[in-house]
T-cell receptor
Framework: DTEVTQTPKHLVMGMTNKKSLKCEQH?????MYWYKQKAKKPPELMFVYSYEKLSINESVPSRFSPECPNSSLLNLHLHALQPEDSALYLCASSQVGGGRGNEQFFGPGTRLTVL | SQKIEQNSEALNIQEGKTATLTCNYTNYSPAYLQWYRQDPGRGPVFLLLIRENEKEKRKERLKVTFDTTLKQSLFHITASQPADSATYLC??????????FGAGTRLFVKA
């Protein structure tokens, strides 16, 4: 299974809502990532988990809260978002080390709209 | 500052021709350079990786070159097909978890 799955595919939320994005992989990868991508822009790294521990936080506002419950799952909890947070949120996974150059497997993304 | 530059304008080519996409970077010393394909509204798909000590890598109709002196990578698709139409992203990794992506070049292959 070389697939990363993400749910939901689309999400519309108000600025006072709390919602969560979910990501799952069964490739045995021990690094998992959240990216944010705006239209016609490159994916921007938000968080990296390595062996279920937060390894990188790219100064992301606290209204985004990541969680890695186990080696296969990654969540992104959303609270009090702003309209400018509307974007495609991508999850990715990769092996750790091994000279693979951080080749990442991406999910299809969640299209988030904040009203 | 660190920067990755890809052709910002779309590249239009005729089916059967070779598409050549460029990736230039400044103020990086990447250990790995990767190319990904992204279709509209979808996540990127990994295509090829080339290491800093490699000059060229091939996979089927794809070829990547890496010139660390010029700080440039070229990505070639030979015998292009309409199905190759997509955005192609260049990405740099210095050996850790952080990979920096370029904005991508949109390729249109006309039948």
């Amino acid at each position: 299974d070389t697939e990363v799955t993400q749910t939901p595919k689309h999400l519309v939320m108000g600025m006072t809502n709390k919602k969560s994005l979910k990501c799952e992989q069964h490739m045995g990868h021990r690094a998992m990532y959240w990216y944010k991508q705006k239209a016609k822009k490159p994916p921007e790294l938000m968080f990296v988990y390595s062996y279920e521990k937060l390894s990188i936080n790219e100064s992301v506002p606290s209204r985004f809260s990541p969680e890695c419950p186990n080696s296969s799952l990654l969540n992104l909890h959303l609270h009090a978002l702003q309209p400018e947070d509307s974007a495609l949120y991508l999850c990715a996974s990769s092996q750790v080390g091994g000279g693979r150059g951080n080749e990442q497997f991406f999910g299809p993304g969640t299209r988030l709209t904040v009203l | 500052s660190q920067k990755i530059e890809q052709n910002s304008e779309a590249l239009n080519i005729q089916e059967g021709k070779t598409a050549t996409l460029t990736c230039n970077y400044t103020n990086y010393s990447p250990a790995y350079l990767q190319w990904y394909r992204q279709d509209p509204g979808r996540g990127p798909v990994f295509l090829l990786l080339i290491r800093e000590n490699e000059k060229e890598k091939r996979k089927e109709r794809l070829k990547v070159t890496f010139d660390t002196t010029l700080k440039q990578s070229l990505f070639h698709i030979t015998a292009s097909q309409p199905a190759d139409s997509a955005t192609y992203l260049c990405a740099l990794n210095t050996g850790g978890f952080k990979t920096i992506f370029g904005a991508g070049t949109r390729l249109f292959v006309k039948a």
